[in-house]
């Protein structure tokens, strides 16, 4: 068996323990305390009393059978009583301390019957030994065994509520981590639909530009017809993209999305559905002030984005901001970029709330805005309550922008 190294703080005890047994040998001698006089023998007994209090917590068991018997010994011989005695009490103690229940009890009923035995020796065959040592037996036994059991409770107490404390912490990141990957697969299914969009139109207008042009130059039918192709190339790699991701996330949406399962039915919403969100948020109790300026086109998967960062700020604040607050939601629409500012003036700190829920739907909405190019923005508002503001880069498409000789032609 390999022996550890004793700690620190169990040698000082140990160290300071003997110092006191030294101090009280000399106490007894100067002061004819009674009791043999102590030789070499009684010093070394008294070292071996003390020094084995250096290893109490690594190893209880022996050490509090490797105190008793030279404390026995040492009694058994008439030397005088010293505070080296302690020593078998502070092993007890940490016998109950440091090893479970059912081995403390039996390892101290086993000293206490030997200790009372060995009282009632010295009873029956001295004068100076008094009955009421063997209740004194008793409860320096009992004593410091009780508050070992009680530091041992406390211990695994303690060791209980770090181990729940890391499973909700682990279990906190397995769920946000499973929130975010959710969220990416729906971004994923919506900018599919969106872009799927984009490229049909396209293919479809490179198909008619061709068998328009078929009697025109041959390289511009060729280049149309290219462009067609790849059209429809581009569109079928990219379904089968989407389906490989939607295959991989499907646990994670199971799991996160489950209750928006039904909103997948639903037409995409864009800006236009915002005025209507924000009814709805009002006739759940939460009155939302609402401004949209800006006549710039934005493309699909942006308006989309921007729905739900404001979607997700409403729900937040009906949340956490609290009785009596009111809700302001701000989007301007600009050639270059749409801007998204909600705030609330709760009495609720979204951040707080947030942060111990695992900020799950402040990940997702920061997730979407990222994807996009967009820089997101959230925590306490001055004066009290929330705010969230969203820019997202918003450039023209190519549905919104058609070119003039094609409006003609479709005329």
């Known amino acids: 068996m390999d022996v550890k190294p004793p700690r620190w703080g169990d040698v000082a005890i140990a160290a300071s323990l003997l110092v006191l047994g030294l101090i009280g040998v000399h106490a007894s001698a100067r002061f004819e305390l009674g009791g043999r006089d102590i030789d070499t023998f009684g010093y070394a007994l008294l070292a071996l009393q003390v020094a084995p209090l250096a290893w109490r917590q690594r190893y209880p068991r022996l050490v509090v ?19 080296a005695s302690l020593a078998i009490y502070l092993a007890l103690y940490g016998v109950a301390a ?28 001295t004068d100076y030994v008094p009955w009421t040592a063997l209740i004194a037996v008793v409860l320096a036994v009992v004593v410091p065994m009780m508050v070992g059991f ?14 729940a404390q890391e499973r ?29 969009h ?50 991989t996330e499907q646990d994670a949406v199971d799991t996160a999305d489950r209750d928006r399962a ?29 401004s949209i300026s800006g006549t710039a086109h934005v493309p699909a998967g942006v308006e989309l984005s921007a729905y739900r960062v404001v979607q997700e700020s409403l729900t937040n604040a009906m949340k956490h901001a609290g009785p009596g607050a009111r ?73 919104g922008r058609r070119p003039a000789n094609a409006t003609k032609g479709g005329r």
């Not at 008793?68 to 505070?83: A, E, K």
């Open 65 to 83: 059978w490797a105190v008793l018997v030279p404390w026995i010994v040492s009694v058994g011989l008439g030397y005088p009583d010293t505070p």
């Open 98 to 125: 440091y090893t479970p229940r059912r081995q403390a009890i039996a390892h101290g009923g086993a000293v206490l019957g030997i200790m009372l035995a060995w009282t009632t020796v010295g009873l029956a065959l």
């Open 150 to 163: 009680v530091d041992y409770r406390r211990r695994e107490r303690l060791t209980e509520l770090e181990l």
């Open 168 to 196: 909700r912490e682990q279990a906190q990141r397995v769920i946000a981590a499973d929130a975010v990957r959710a969220e990416r697969a729906r971004i994923a299914r919506e900018l599919h639909d969106v872009v799927a």
């Open 198 to 247: 984009e490229i049909t139109v396209m293919t479809l207008q490179a198909e008619g530009a061709r068998r328009l042009a078929r009697d025109g130059d041959p390289r511009v039918t060729q280049a149309l017809e290219t462009i067609a192709v790849s059209g429809r190339t581009g569109l079928t790699e990219m379904q089968r993209m989407i389906g490989v991701l939607r295959a």
């Open 262 to 290: 039904t909103a997948e039915l639903e037409p995409m919403p864009s800006l236009a559905a915002i005025p209507a969100l924000a009814q709805q948020v009002e006739d759940a109790g939460l009155p939302v002030e609402l």
């Open 327 to 399: 809700a302001q939601v701000s989007v301007e629409r600009q050639a270059s970029e749409v801007t998204v500012l909600v705030e609330d003036d709760g009495r609720g700190v979204i951040s707080d709330a947030a942060r111990q829920s695992g900020g799950h739907g402040l990940r997702g909405m920061a997730e979407r805005v990222h994807a996009l190019g967009g820089t997101l923005e959230y925590g306490p508002r001055a004066g009290g309550g929330f705010r969230v503001r969203a820019v997202l880069p918003s450039g023209d498409d190519q549905v």
